[in-house]
């Protein structure tokens, strides 16, 4: 449940939104900022 909750911040509240990337490079830079985002918060 905690990682739900977690994953549901980081989409809500962070941007994390898998259909914006369109090559697997941009998905990872995604991912990694809306992490970074979310520990320096």
């Not at 509240?13 to 992490?35: C, K, Q, W």
Request: proline share 2%.
């Amino acid at each position: 449940m905690i990682i739900e909750l977690n994953f549901r911040n980081l989409k809500m509240f962070h941007d994390l939104v898998t259909s914006l990337p369109r090559s697997v490079s941009g998905y990872l830079a995604n991912y990694i900022y809306s992490i970074l985002a979310y520990a320096l918060r």
